[in-house]
């Protein structure tokens, strides 16, 4: 095999063959893949055959409310209490406040192989453009190691909240990737729906939406932001998280719903550890799931993903981060056994890449080179056991060093 020039050599990768190969890295792109790459003055990194994925996709995180515990002691899990708790913060919010809370979910994340986020920014009259702009800091300053794309929503409603709109105007008119929304809590829900597919076509932005977040079967949104994707051709770019009304339906109105979605293209994203806390704390001992089960809508066809949502507020008091413990977190809720972990580990990569709209992803020939080396040598006990993740590349950049724990014993003598 003759030379060819690179600029890295990723020794023993582990892909998804049993056999590990060498990925060779020039101008932030994956060169080639294959087993004992000859190159000429590249660096060379020996991963001693261990598990390599594309960087991880989290498409539904909130950085402007993370990291609230020390300030917010609501404890009682309610998602309208959360929300009022949140809410008697958020005028308080300053640009800079947001800006280190975010930074330090941003960082943390990073450092599990996150490298592609969607974060959902609340923009009303109580937050104004703050947070918005704290997020257009940390896209900019961090552009090297993450892609960040921001979606403004109205938490708190739209119609019934006067001067929202306006403001989400502006955030779009400044930069915006994205508009969210919230229906839920609009006292004219489908009136925000229509306000909303009619602004995203105004400026030609996707839709990803909060939706259907409780265990009540009744009354889904579902088929009316299906039918709104149908009427204004927005197939393929509209998503919603939660969902978890999903979780609740007889079989029949289920497999219905699913053939819906999947006619309209519109994605879905659950979000195990938020939709665990608040769904269902008042069933008592035999409180169901109450996640999306977006496996089996993704078997069906349906672009679907797992991401975190929140870290450490009133909506979910934990978090570190990882996507792939979220991940792992939604395959013990599911009952999901290790022949569908590829499937699992698809809805924080391939099928969350989808979600984004990245074209250029996955560990394949002249994709950008974003690259998460885990601590394991087996793609199942990977995603089993949590693996951590030891290092990263960002188009061929390295941007972050884990090293593996070490044990220090004693001896018998």
Same mark, same amino acid.
């Given at each position: 095999?003759?030379?060819?020039?690179?600029?890295?050599?990723?020794?023993?990768?582990?892909?998804?063959?049993?056999?590990?190969?060498?990925?060779?890295?020039?101008?932030?792109?994956?060169?080639?893949?294959?087993?004992?790459?000859?190159?000429?003055?590249?660096?060379?990194?020996?991963?001693?055959?261990?598990?390599?994925?594309?960087?991880?996709?989290?498409?539904?995180?909130?950085?402007?409310?993370?990291?609230?515990?020390?300030?917010?002691?609501?404890?009682?899990?309610?998602?309208?209490?959360?929300?009022?708790?949140?809410?008697?913060?958020?005028?308080?919010?300053?640009?800079?406040?947001?800006?280190?809370?975010?930074?330090?979910?941003?960082?943390?994340?990073?450092?599990?192989?996150?490298?592609?986020?969607?974060?959902?920014?609340?923009?009303?009259?109580?937050?104004?453009?703050?947070?918005?702009?704290?997020?257009?800091?940390?896209?900019?300053?961090?552009?090297?190691?993450?892609?960040?794309?921001?979606?403004?929503?109205?938490?708190?409603? &739209?119609?019934?909240?006067?001067?929202?709109?306006?403001?989400? &105007?502006?955030?779009?008119?400044?930069?915006?990737?994205?508009?969210?929304?919230?229906?839920?809590?609009?006292?004219?829900?489908?009136?925000?729906?229509?306000?909303?597919?009619?602004?995203?076509?105004?400026?030609?932005?996707?839709?990803? &939406?909060?939706?259907?977040?409780?265990?009540?079967?009744?009354?889904?949104?579902?088929?009316?932001?299906?039918?709104?994707?149908?009427?204004?051709?927005?197939?393929?770019?509209?998503?919603?998280?939660?969902?978890?009304?999903?979780?609740?339906?007889?079989?029949?109105?289920?497999?219905?719903?699913?053939?819906?979605?999947?006619?309209?293209?519109?994605?879905?994203?659950?979000?195990?550890?938020?939709?665990?806390?608040?769904?269902?704390?008042?069933?008592?001992?035999?409180?169901?799931?109450?996640?999306?089960?977006?496996? &089996?809508?993704?078997?069906?066809?349906?672009?679907?993903?797992?991401?975190?949502?929140?870290?450490?507020?009133?909506?979910?008091?934990?978090?570190?981060?990882?996507?792939?413990?979220?991940?792992?977190?939604?395959?013990?809720?599911?009952?999901?056994?290790?022949?569908?972990?590829?499937?699992?580990?698809?809805?924080?990569?391939?099928?969350?890449?989808?979600?984004?709209?990245?074209?250029?992803?996955?560990?394949?020939?002249?994709?950008?080179?974003?690259?998460?080396?885990?601590?394991?040598?087996?793609?199942?006990?990977?995603?089993?056991?949590?693996?951590?993740?030891?290092?990263?590349?960002?188009?061929?950049?390295?941007?972050?060093?884990?090293?593996?724990?070490?044990?220090?014993?004693?001896?018998?003598?």
């Amino acid at each position: 095999m003759s030379l060819f020039t690179c600029d890295l050599i990723l020794r023993g990768a582990l892909l998804d063959k049993e056999t590990p190969e060498d990925i060779a890295i020039s101008d932030g792109r994956i060169a080639s893949i294959g087993a004992d790459l000859p190159a000429a003055g590249a660096v060379e990194i020996d991963l001693g055959g261990r598990v390599v994925l594309p960087g991880f996709v989290d498409s539904h995180i909130h950085l402007d409310k993370a990291c609230l515990l020390c300030r917010c002691q609501h404890t009682s899990g309610g998602l309208k209490g959360a929300i009022a708790a949140v809410s008697q913060l958020k005028a308080e919010f300053t640009a800079d406040d947001v800006y280190e809370r975010g930074r330090r979910v941003v960082e943390q994340a990073i450092l599990q192989g996150t490298m592609h986020m969607r974060a959902h920014t609340e923009v009303d009259p109580r937050a104004g453009l703050r947070s918005f702009n704290a997020i257009k800091q940390l896209k900019s300053e961090y552009r090297s190691c993450l892609d960040l794309q921001s979606c403004v929503f109205p938490q708190e409603g &739209l119609t019934n909240d006067p001067g929202a709109s306006e403001l989400l &105007l502006e955030a779009l008119s400044n930069g915006a990737d994205l508009l969210g929304g919230c229906p839920y809590t609009d006292t004219a829900p489908y009136e925000q729906l229509n306000w909303l597919f009619k602004t995203a076509r105004d400026f030609d932005v996707d839709l990803d &939406l909060h939706l259907d977040f409780d265990l009540d079967p009744s009354g889904s949104l579902l088929d009316e932001v299906c039918r709104l994707t149908d009427q204004t051709g927005w197939h393929n770019r509209v998503a919603v998280g939660h969902a978890t009304k999903l979780a609740a339906m007889t079989e029949p109105s289920f497999t219905a719903h699913v053939a819906r979605l999947k006619a309209s293209g519109v994605a879905v994203t659950a979000l195990p550890s938020t939709d665990l806390y608040l769904n269902g704390r008042d069933i008592g001992s035999l409180s169901p799931r109450g996640i999306a089960p977006v496996h &089996l809508l993704a078997e069906q066809g349906i672009t679907c993903s797992i991401a975190t949502n929140n870290v450490l507020n009133p909506f979910t008091p934990f978090g570190d981060c990882s996507l792939l413990r979220m991940a792992n977190l939604y395959a013990n809720c599911m009952h999901l056994s290790p022949d569908d972990f590829d499937a699992c580990l698809s809805l924080i990569t391939h099928s969350a890449a989808r979600l984004m709209g990245l074209s250029d992803y996955g560990v394949m020939v002249g994709n950008a080179a974003d690259l998460v080396v885990l601590d394991a040598t087996n793609r199942l006990e990977a995603f089993g056991a949590i693996a951590q993740p030891l290092l990263g590349f960002k188009s061929g950049k390295q941007t972050f060093e884990r090293p593996p724990a070490r044990l220090f014993r004693e001896t018998a003598k």
